[in-house]
């Protein structure tokens, strides 16, 4: 396990000096500059250059490149160039609510997913199989903000239960904190439900074909016995790299649930920088995010482990 | 003359709504004190610090908090501030009378030496972005305590109008000194504004509160609190006006104007803007360093249709770059209507009878992409092929300062004085500035220089219509629209009084 462990994060190396290397070089052929953005409504040539000279903004590429990460080696990841404020801070404000959010919208889907998944695959070819593929389809092809308008239009503005829009932190005002939550998590939750329930049912009819299933029957085990005790576990497999891509995909790139609910997210703070060219916060999220995906990766790789023992590295 | 009567109506239709509606109707009731003004904007606040502030949103919680040492009324007239008399003694100096008795809400006196103070700190902070604003004042002198001399460099006629917005707002020294760069983040105590900074969460909201004792007793502030809270998407941030989460919205979008105005839970208002939105044409490069196939592109371009219908109505066609918001406005100057026959003559002109083939750069926008696509048709009909070639913000920018285009959309904000709509845009200046086109005309330019000299309004009323005409010539840029910019209440809210600069003062406003 330890030697699993070492052998992935010497792996994360060239992976994240790739990312970065591939961010800066893209960033940087766009065109656009992040002083002729923030100033958009200044034409005063003597100011901007003085500001691109103290940002470093006047040297070469490569050497930016090099200086940034000299910086990044120490553990500074820089300033962010709209607001002046540290990229960290910036991202660590953000990733507070993305976290809450992803967490939130993966404990509907697997609410939602599970029992459809199971029922499906255990009652195949029923009513409440066609029911639960149908709505897994819905949830597939339904657009994210659409799905998000409809939730606001019946639970905000027509029955107003729900808050529209904005962030409340649910650690420091409970209840509020929730409520502003439950539409976007829902928004985010049942299209992940569709792809879970997809998953479950297909694994759990494989699953439920293998030999050791009708052991279990053989012996006497009940339905559920066998479901819950055997099937289930192993099952899990596909499930779980599902979750653990998404999760990924949850916290880095909900950008248009964070949009419309107006959530300061991760996903838009990244979205927003690139508009406005503001280089170090870029470059500063998307490590951070790179970082991100490789630990979900790395934790799914232990997970299997411990689901399947025949998956584990010795 | 047709449009110039609909354009009228549409003036006095709006004037009579906005008398209607019972945002304004302040005359019946008593105002109340209390409650929290709940505010939805498109976007947060960037920065409190006013002298380094270069966004839009930014001002819209400046007016409250800040004052300038002048103010402008609802025709754009300029009003006593923070000063409460004026006057040039010559043209190239202003002795501005400041109010006694104003006091920062840290409690520091507002007086000559705290002036003084405000306006070196604009001229000489590296980060200042009011450098460009303040650059034609040589000197500030403290004459008494409550008197100050600005000494100009040359006479310039626009100055007033620009002390009504950021660069003529006075912080409090003492926050400056003490706060530092913080006060980008924190203004608590560093205004003289009707209400006092609270509180920013970024990302979240950010708070302000009456200022009890604020100097100018007549009227407001009412409201204990506002609230402004970021809504990005325009349909949430309807949804919620509907709802009842917030009270106000800064901006609808053409298309939701008509159900809104429909929609009995909502108020909307007609803010005239100054904006001036339009195309810069590359003098610089073919095709359009050739006068006529500038103008084949103009008279083969229908405004009437575009304002009708891409902008609903929503705004006027534009005969140039000064707004029929503004007191410069000429509305005896026509816009260019589109005359085929014309185009067509003016192509055989420039050497292209066939037609030619050009690119345009805009923003990836649903509006003003949509608008370029009706040009596309429109300039068709004329046999002249547009490319649409659709970016994000920065990348117009860059292309614009790199006069890396042949024709691309440039839309401003417009400033209350007609200077600030022109001077920039127009006149010919080596590298980076806003004369994206490369328009080089001695003409345009002494005439631009004439306009800072004169002083009385009326002669600079004309020569800024004779500057219109000759744009219209030369066109640096193709005017198309000067948009309305309304804003909708719920109609809980009370007392707004429209500025066609588009900043929200929320003084006399109250929450029935």
């Known amino acids: 396990m330890g030697r699993l462990v070492l052998h992935r994060l010497a792996a994360t190396v060239p992976v994240l000096l790739l990312v970065t290397a591939g961010v800066f070089a893209l960033l940087h052929l766009t065109p656009g500059d992040p002083i002729d953005t923030m100033m958009a409504e200044s034409a005063d040539p003597a100011v901007k250059a003085h500001l691109r000279r103290e940002l470093g903004l006047d040297r070469p590429i490569p050497v930016q490149y090099l200086q940034w990460m000299a910086r990044v080696v120490r553990g500074d990841l820089g300033r962010s160039i709209r607001n002046g404020e540290p990229v960290i801070e910036n991202v660590s404000r953000r990733l507070r609510p993305s976290l809450q959010l992803a967490l939130l ?29 149908t709505f897994a389809l819905f949830g597939i092809c339904m657009p994210n903000f659409l799905l998000a308008l409809l939730l606001i239009f019946v639970f905000g503005v027509t029955l107003r239960w729900l808050p529209i829009s904005g962030y409340v932190d649910p650690l420091e005002e409970g209840w509020d904190g929730l409520r502003s939550l439950v539409l976007p998590a829902c928004t985010l939750g049942l299209a992940l439900a569709a792809v879970i329930t997809r998953t479950l049912r297909s694994s759990l009819l494989e699953a439920l074909g293998e030999d050791y299933v009708r052991t279990a029957r053989a012996k006497g085990v009940s339905e559920w016995g066998v479901i819950g005790g055997h099937v289930l576990k192993n099952a899990m497999i596909p499930v779980v790299t599902v979750l653990g891509l998404q999760l990924g995909t949850l916290i880095g790139g909900a950008v248009i649930t964070e949009y419309v609910f107006a959530l300061p997210g991760v996903g838009r703070l990244v979205v927003d920088a690139v508009f406005a060219r503001d280089y170090p916060l870029v470059q500063g999220v998307i490590l951070l995010i790179a970082v ?18 025949r998956i584990r590295i010795r | 003359m047709t449009s110039d009567v609909t354009r009228r109506t549409f003036l006095q239709l709006s004037a009579a709504a906005l008398a209607a509606t019972p945002a304004l109707a302040q005359t019946a009731v008593t105002p109340k004190k209390g409650g929290t003004l709940r505010v939805g904007f498109y976007v947060e606040a960037v920065t409190m610090d006013p002298h380094l502030s270069g966004s839009k949103v930014d001002r819209q919680v400046y007016h409250n908090v800040y004052e300038p040492l002048l103010t402008l009324d609802t025709k754009l007239n300029v009003k006593p501030g923070l000063a409460e008399s004026w006057t040039q003694p010559d043209p190239k100096t202003l002795v501005l009378k400041l109010r006694r008795g104003v006091r920062f809400h840290d409690g520091t006196a507002f007086d000559a030496e705290a002036a003084k103070f405000n306006f070196n700190r604009m001229k000489t902070e590296p980060k200042s972005l009011r450098k460009g604003e303040v650059a034609n004042i040589d000197s500030v002198d403290v004459v008494d305590a409550a008197t100050i001399k600005i000494n100009l460099k040359r006479p310039d006629a626009s100055l007033l109008a620009t002390l009504t917005d950021r660069a003529g707002m006075m912080v409090s020294p003492k926050v400056v000194a003490e706060r530092g760069a913080g006060l980008e983040r924190d203004a608590r105590g560093a205004g003289t504004g009707p209400f006092e900074f609270v509180e920013w969460v970024r990302d979240s909201h950010l708070v302000i509160k009456r200022n009890d004792s604020y100097w100018n007793k007549q009227g407001g502030p009412y409201l204990d609190r506002v609230r402004y809270r970021p809504i990005p998407d325009d349909v949430v941030k309807l949804q919620s006006l509907q ?63 575009i304002v009708k219908g891409v902008w609903l109505n929503v705004g006027y066609p534009s005969n140039g770059p000064i707004s029929p918001a503004s007191w410069a406005y000429d509305r005896a100057i026509p816009h260019i209507k589109r005359d085929l026959g014309k185009a067509k003559a003016k192509l ?104 800072r000299e004169v002083s009385n309004q009326a002669e600079r009323r004309k020569l800024y219509g004779e500057l219109t005409r000759l744009l219209q010539d030369e066109l640096p840029m193709l005017f198309i629209v000067h948009p309305i910019e309304p804003k909708a209440f719920s109609p809980r809210v009370q007392g707004y009084d429209p500025i066609p600069d588009g900043m929200m003062r929320f003084k006399d406003v109250w929450l029935r």
């Open chain 2, 348 to 451: 055989l002109e420039g050497g292209q009878p066939g037609g030619f083939t050009f690119t345009v750069i805009t923003q990836n926008i649903p509006i003003t992409a949509q608008e370029t696509e009706v040009i596309q048709a429109q300039l068709a009909e004329a046999g002249i092929t547009m490319k649409i070639q659709l970016v994000d913000s920065s990348t117009l920018i860059a292309s614009g300062n790199a006069k890396n285009f042949e024709m691309i959309s440039f839309q401003w904000s417009g400033r209350p004085d007609p200077d600030g709509n022109t001077y920039q845009f127009f006149k010919t200046t080596p590298g980076t500035s806003f004369n994206w086109s490369g328009l080089s005309s001695e003409k345009v330019d002494a005439l631009l220089e004439r306009t």
């Open chain 1, 105 to 133: 919208a993966m404990t509907v889907s697997l609410l939602v997913a599970f029992p459809l998944g199971i029922v499906s695959a255990v009652r195949r070819n029923t009513a409440a199989d066609r029911a639960g593929t």
């Open chain 1, 292 to 309: 991100g995906f490789i630990a979900c990766n790395l934790v799914v790789d232990l997970l299997y482990g411990w689901l399947d023992p």
């Open chain 2, 243 to 305: 709802a009842g989460e917030i009270d106000v919205m800064d901006y609808v979008l053409p298309r939701d104007v008509a159900p809104m105005k429909a929609d009995k839970r909502l108020v909307v208002v007609d803010v005239p803007s100054l904006a001036a939105f339009g195309y810069q044409l590359n003098h610089t490069r073919p095709p359009f360093n050739v006068k006529a196939l500038r103008q084949a592109v103009a008279y083969a371009v229908d405004l009437d249709q």
